[in-house]
């Protein structure tokens, strides 16, 4: 049972402090979780403290390799349409 962090990581470092079981550290070229020691935060807090405050969607998988934050959860854009707002960002 443990969380693991993945290449689209960009290394803010906010996760690391959150950790109730001290299982992230700094690697190269990002974070990792150890998974001995990943705990999901069950006992310590409803939901795993990692991926509530990481930035980047997919950038923290479950064990199914499920992504605790889903594309489009923390932008509001829906994966079918983020190209679309990216070109008119680009465009401005
Ligand atoms: S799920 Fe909890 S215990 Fe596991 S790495 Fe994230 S913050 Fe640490
Ligand atoms: S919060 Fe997310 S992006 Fe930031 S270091 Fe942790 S896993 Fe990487």
């Known amino acids: ?5 993945i290449e689209s990581c960009v ?35 409803d939901v795993p403290q990692c991926a509530s405050i990481c930035p980047i969607e997919g950038a923290i998988l479950d064990a199914l390799n499920v992504p605790l934050n889903p594309a489009g959860s ?12 990216m070109a008119e960002l680009q465009a401005h």
């Open 74 to 85: 923390l932008t509001g854009i829906p994966p079918e349409k983020m190209a679309e707002a």
């Open 11 to 45: 290394n803010c470092f906010a996760c690391e402090p959150l950790c109730p079981s001290k299982a992230i550290y700094e690697a190269k070229p990002h974070f990792l979780i150890d998974a001995k020691k990943c705990t999901e935060c069950v006992g310590d807090f």
């Open 1 to 5: 049972m443990a969380l693991k962090i």
